[in-house]
Nanobody, 119 residues
Framework: VQLQASGGGLVQAGGSLRLSCATS????????VAWFRQAPGKEREFVAGIRWNSALSYADSVKGRFTISRDNARNTVYLQMNSLKLEDTAVYYC??????????????WGQGTQVTVSS
């Protein structure tokens, strides 16, 4: 499964960005998809996830600001990021779990997209 992440960029604090994670995999609707991020000098961390049944989960640091969603017709998962903070600056990766899994190490990773929040 190949995942293509896009939508990153430079935004001022308080602004918004929408990331996309697309695949050509026709069984994508059965996968749990998650967004992770890695800031310079820090470990990669979980941001948000959406299961095959659209159940959602978020890291505490982004609750109320980020929204994950999926469009199965387009084989795409989105991460809407609002009220961005300086500490949201990181490379964002989308990842997918197969076989009904929804935690642990994902089976597939996208290439990452840079999000930079400026003051």
């Amino acid at each position: 499964v190949q995942l293509q992440a896009s939508g990153g960029g430079l935004v001022q604090a308080g602004g918004s960005l929408r990331l996309s994670c697309a695949t050509s995999e026709h069984t994508f609707r059965g996968y749990t998809v998650a967004w992770f991020r890695q800031a310079p000098g820090k470990e990669r961390e979980f941001v948000a996830g959406i299961r095959w049944n659209s159940a959602l989960s978020y890291a505490d640091s982004v609750k109320g600001r980020f929204t994950i969603s999926r469009d199965n017709a387009r084989n795409t998962v989105y991460l809407q990021m609002n009220s961005l903070k300086l500490e949201d600056t990181a490379v964002y990766y989308c990842a997918a779990y197969s076989g009904g899994r929804a935690n642990g190490t994902p089976d597939y990773w996208g290439q990452g997209t840079q999000v930079t929040v400026s003051s």
